[in-house]
């Protein structure tokens, strides 16, 4: 447990309304400007494309079994 979030490494940007990591909160240097909002549709992108490329084959074969037991 980490009741004081010490091990968090990310954070909310209230200004503009973001998430954030801690290191880039204060250094432009950190994680390519992440921290100032620097391509965040470009990384974060990765990840959202990864996300729904492994959701959309894990429904797939789930499907593909549903049918196979009919």
């Known amino acids: 447990m980490d009741p004081d979030y010490t091990r968090v490494q990310a954070a909310y940007e209230t200004n503009w309304g973001a ?6 909160a204060t250094n432009v240097h950190v994680d390519f400007g992440n921290g100032y909002m620097n391509d965040h ?3 974060y992108g990765y990840i959202l494309a990864a996300a729904a490329t492994v959701a959309r084959y894990v429904l797939c074969l789930k499907w593909t079994e549903l049918l196979r037991r009919f």
């Open 41 to 43: 549709h470009f990384h």
């Open 19 to 24: 998430v954030i990591n801690k290191a880039g």
